[in-house]
C-alpha cells in the first residue's frame, strides 16, 4: 500500500485549557489526521476552507508534503469551532459550532484522488462519508471515525457505513452509545459485526483496544505526567496508525497492527503536549521511532530466564 | 526472599452487582491478598474472626497453605460488609460496614511473625499498620494499602507510615485526594516524594501504572468482556504482585517488578471473574502462567525486522 486519501474537516480552533489558550488556531480532524499520517506516508487531504483561511496554515500542511490539491478555497468562511477543557482534560465542552463554509462541503473526488489505496473517512456526515467512498475505485484499505453528533442523528447511515469499512476509529463513550454496550470491549465486539475487521476503540488517558478476529489487544497511553490541549488526539491517533499501515505491505498481520496501534498511541501523545498542531508540524520520524521504541520497551513484560517470543522463552 | 505476613480484615461479604449476588461469603483485604498470594509464596495472615466464622471459609485457607496461626477468634461476630455495584462496576456503594470484632482489633505479632521479610499491610487504620511495622525485625519488603476512609480521617498518619515503607498500593481517586495532584501520574510522582520506592496506582478496568525511580510503567488490566464481581480486585492485585515478588531473589530489578505488575494483573482478572473468593480459591499455577504470557504476548510490540531488546531488535 501506498498513499492516504483523507476526507475532513479544516477549521481554525479556539481552544481554552487548565495550560492556557489557543485562538484561531489551525484545527479540523483532516488537519491533524494529515500532519500526522505524513511523518510515515504520502497524504492528500480533502475538505474545504474559507477565503480567510490563513496562507501560512496551507503552509505547514504543504511543508509536510501533504497534497492540497482536494483543499477547496470556498466563498465565506473557515469553520470554526471553540471549546474548553476542564482539568480530567477528559472531555471538551464545546462553547460555539461555526460551520460557515462547510455546511455545504460534498466532495468530488478527481480521478487520480479515486485511486488512492488507502481513504480515511473523518468525522463528517455519515452519508457524505459514504457518498465519498462510494467514488473510490477498489482502494485497499477503507477507514472511519464518527462522533456524537452523527450517532445521535444519523445511527443507521453510520451502521450502513461501517459495512463497507475495514478499520473503524471511535471513542469508548461513543462507541458504547452507538451499539448500546455497557463497556468498550463489548461494544468493539457489537461494531465488529457490522462489518469493520479491526475496531479501535479509542480510551484517551487511559489508551486504546483493538478488536481483530476474536482477540482484543489493550494498550496504555504512553505516560505524560503534563498535557496542554487534548484537542485532535483521536484524529493524531487515527493518522499514526493508518499512516504507519500505508506504508507497510499489510493491514492483516497483527504484528503491523500492534505497531499502528503504538504509532497511534506516540503521535496522539505528541500532539497532546502542545497546543493546536505546534507539535506535529514539525515532528520526524527520529523522535517518533525513540518514543515508539521507548513505549515497546516499557510495555514488554520479560519472561523468566529469557525474552517473551510467541509462547516461548529465548532464552539470553 | 521468601513468606509473607499479611494483616488486614476477614470478613463476610453480601455483594449485589449485575451479574448476581453472594450472601454472607468470604471475604476481608486479608482474604483476597492471602488466596491470590499463596498461589506464589508461602502467605502467614494476622486478623480476627468472630465465633460465627464459618469452618469451611478457614479450611479454603488453610488448603491454600495459608499459616492461620495469627488469625484469632474473638468473642462476638466477625466483620460484615455489604454493597453494591452498577453497570459500570467500577466503584462500589456500600451498604453496611458491621465492624464486629474488628473494632478492637489490635495484633501482636508472634517472634516467628515478626521475622517474615515480607509484610503487607493490608487497609486498615495507618495507626495501627504502625504498630504492626513497628513489631517487625527488619523485613526485606514492606508494602501497603490505604483507603478513602483513613484518607480522609488520617492523612497525617498515612503520610508517616509511608516513610517507611517500599512498596505503596492506591487506587488512582484515592492516590489524587491523598496528594491533591491532577491525575494518576502526578499522584505517583507526590507519593513516590513521601518514601515508597515504588507505587502503584490501581485503575480498575484501566489498567494500573507503577512508578519506579523516575519512570512510568503504565500497564492495561486483562481485557475481559464480563466481569461478576469486582470485589477484592485491589488486594488480589496486591496479592499476585507481592506474592510473585516474594518467590523472588529481588524487588530492585525493574524485570521483577513488570512481571509483578503481570502478575498481579493477572490475579485481579481471575478474581473479578467470579463472586466472593471462588475463583481464586484452587487457582493452579499453570492457568496463572498461562494467562501470564498470554497477557505478555499481547502486550509486545514487535519491532520491524526483529524482537524488541533493550534498544536493539534481534533479527528472526
Known amino acids: 500500500m501506498s498513499g492516504i486519501l483523507v476526507v475532513g474537516s479544516v477549521a481554525l480552533d479556539s ?34 476552507v474559507g477565503e480567510d ?12 508534503g501533504v497534497d492540497l490539491a482536494g483543499l477547496k478555497t470556498a466563498k465565506g468562511k473557515t ?16 462553547l460555539a459550532t461555526d460551520l460557515n463554509v462547510f455546511k455545504t462541503f460534498s466532495p468530488e473526488l478527481s480521478d487520480a484522488q479515486r485511486k488512492t489505496p488507502v481513504v480515511f473517512l473523518a468525522n463528517i456526515d455519515p452519508d457524505l462519508q459514504s457518498s465519498v467512498l462510494a467514488q473510490m475505485k477498489s482502494p485497499a484499505l477503507v477507514a472511519c471515525d464518527t462522533m456524537n453528533y452523527w450517532i445521535d442523528s444519523k ?11 475495514d478499520v473503524f476509529f471511535a471513542n469508548d463513550q461513543e462507541a458504547m452509545k452507538l451499539t448500546g454496550a455497557v463497556n468498550a470491549l463489548l461494544a ?4 465488529a459485526g457490522w462489518g469493520p475487521s479491526v475496531v479501535v476503540i479509542k480510551k484517551g488517558e487511559h489508551g486504546a483496544l483493538m478488536k481483530v478476529g476474536s482477540k482484543f489487544f489493550v494498550f496504555p497511553a504512553y505516560p505524560l505526567a503534563r498535557i496542554k490541549d487534548p484537542t485532535g488526539a483521536g484524529d493524531t491517533f487515527a493518522g499514526g ?9 499489510s493491514h492483516k498481520d497483527i504484528s503491523y497492527l500492534k505497531r499502528a496501534m503504538a504509532y497511534g498511541t506516540i503521535m496522539a501523545s505528541f500532539n497532546v503536549e502542545n497546543f493546536s498542531t505546534k507539535n506535529i508540524e514539525e515532528l520526524d520520524r527520529g523522535a517518533i521511532d525513540e518514543r515508539f521504541h521507548d513505549f515497546a520497551e516499557r510495555l514488554a513484560v520479560p519472561l523468566e530466564g529469557g525474552l517473551l517470543r510467541g509462547r516461548r522463552a529465548i532464552p539470553v
Open 15 to 48: 481552544v481554552k485549557t487548565p495550560a492556557g489558550k489557543s485562538i484561531e488556531a489551525l484545527g479540523g480532524s483532516a488537519t491533524y489526521f494529515a500532519l500526522a499520517a505524513s511523518c510515515f506516508s504520502k497524504v492528500a487531504l480533502v475538505g474545504v
Open 53 to 64: 483561511f490563513p496562507r501560512e496554515h496551507r503552509r505547514t500542511l504543504e511543508l509536510r
Open 79 to 94: 469553520f470554526r469551532w471553540s471549546g474548553k477543557y476542564g482539568k480530567d482534560a477528559s472531555t471538551a465542552t464545546t
Open 155 to 165: 445511527p443507521a447511515a453510520i451502521k450502513k457505513l461501517l459495512a463497507k469499512v
Open 188 to 191: 468493539a465486539e457489537a461494531l
Open 241 to 249: 496508525f493508518l499512516g504507519y499501515l500505508a506504508s507497510t505491505a
